[in-house]
């Protein structure tokens, strides 16, 4: 597709429950970002993959959270073991390489833990 | 650590109206300064950028200029419109390649 596309775009779990949020990032783009947009903490980076390497994890909250890339495409977030302060927007971006270029974002995955 | 600042809103201007949104910025360096703007309901989008000292972005008739003396990239529109309505991101990019956020400003105009 001509952007970054993620799915699901909405996703209610029940508390300890595992999600998987996945991307898919423009075309052609080596570097992928997944950032988390919650109320009480704005935007937040959680990890970046030059490739399918990541050679920046530190923005993962903790040990629940995990994330790898394939091919040098898709992406999938995977969050074990939910918590309430997990639900917020999971926002994927992508640039043509790891540098200053411009990264362009998709829609974004919400979610809800009850 | 590197942080950026931006005025707290909502900012609630009339049509056609001169519009400021003050982003000041902590960093080592000089990292590339961005703002992004957020529609309603809509993704993220880059509105402009600078990458050095004294560069000046520009797009849909917004400007911002990235002043290393007052560490500022000050966004600005000289007439904004109903459309403009959003929330806006100051952000800059850190040597690591991940951008670091301001809190946002929500951007009201009315008719």
């Known amino acids: 597709g001509a952007g970054v596309s993620q799915s699901p775009s909405n996703k209610v779990t029940e508390k300890g429950k595992d999600v998987e949020l996945r991307c898919d990032p423009i075309s052609g783009h080596t570097a992928l970002y997944w950032y988390r947009q919650s109320l009480g903490q704005g935007l937040e980076f959680l990890i970046y993959f030059q490739g399918n390497s990541a050679p920046d994890k530190s923005g993962l909250p903790s040990d629940r959270f995990s994330a790898e890339r394939t091919g040098g495409s898709v992406s999938t977030l995977t969050i074990q073991r939910t918590q309430q302060e997990d639900s917020a927007v999971y926002l994927c971006?992508?640039?043509?390489?790891?540098?200053?270029?411009?990264?362009?974002f998709g829609p974004g995955t919400r979610l809800t833990v009850l | 650590g590197n942080s950026v600042t931006q005025m707290e809103g909502p900012v609630t201007l009339s049509e056609e109206a001169f519009l400021t949104i003050n982003c000041t910025y902590t960093?080592?360096?000089?990292?590339?300064l961005f703002w992004y703007v957020q529609y309603p309901g809509e993704g993220l989008q880059l509105l402009l950028k600078a990458t050095k000292a004294d560069d000046k972005g520009s797009n849909k008739g917004f400007e911002a200029t990235y002043r290393k003396e007052t560490t500022s990239f000050h966004l600005e529109k000289g007439s904004v419109q109903v459309s403009d309505s959003a929330v806006y991101f100051c952000?800059?990019?850190?040597?690591?390649?991940?951008?670091?956020w301001g809190a946002g400003t929500k951007l009201i105009i009315k008719p």
């Open positions: 971006a992508s640039s043509s390489s790891g540098s200053t270029d411009t990264q362009y």
């Open positions: 952000a800059l990019m850190d040597s690591n390649y991940q951008l670091i």
């Open positions: 960093a080592t360096g000089y990292p590339s």
